[in-house]
């Protein structure tokens, strides 16, 4: 089972800044996929940033300029540095990852508590 632990989170001000963390562990033979969501109340869980293998990065038209995601692949861990935070980037902001394991690919793993993130005006 893999188990997937996001930290970080907190109350931030209009302008401030969060990094938050995320450690994947269990059993694994590596990490393809890194990802960032993000879930408002009442709102559907988005992504907000993804990093590959090889450190290719996407991001959502709203985290575009203000958010970074990295990762060190020897901690299985990857981070999201925000800036220039907004009201509405408040959230739970939780991550996934693809991997593979005995052979197999998987494209997501068990969702862990996620972080919450408040951004006030």
């Known amino acids: 089972q893999v188990q997937l632990v996001e930290s970080g989170g907190g109350l931030v001000q209009t302008g401030g800044s969060l990094r938050l963390s995320c450690s994947a562990s269990?059993?694994?033979?590596?990490?393809?996929?890194m990802d960032w969501y993000r879930q408002a109340p009442g709102k559907q869980r988005d992504m907000v940033a993804t990093?590959?293998?090889?450190?290719?990065?996407n991001y959502a038209d709203s985290a575009k300029g203000r958010f970074t995601i990295s990762r060190d692949n020897a901690k299985n861990t990857v981070y999201l540095q925000m800036n220039s935070l907004k009201p509405e980037d408040t959230a739970v902001y939780y991550c996934?990852?693809?991997?593979?394991?005995?052979?197999?690919?998987?494209?997501?793993?068990?969702w862990g508590q996620g972080t919450q993130v408040t951004v006030s005006s």
């Open positions: 269990g059993t694994v033979d590596s990490i393809n996929r």
């Open positions: 996934n990852i693809g991997f593979s394991r005995g052979g197999k690919n998987y494209a997501l793993a068990p």
């Open positions: 990093i590959t293998g090889s450190g290719t990065t």
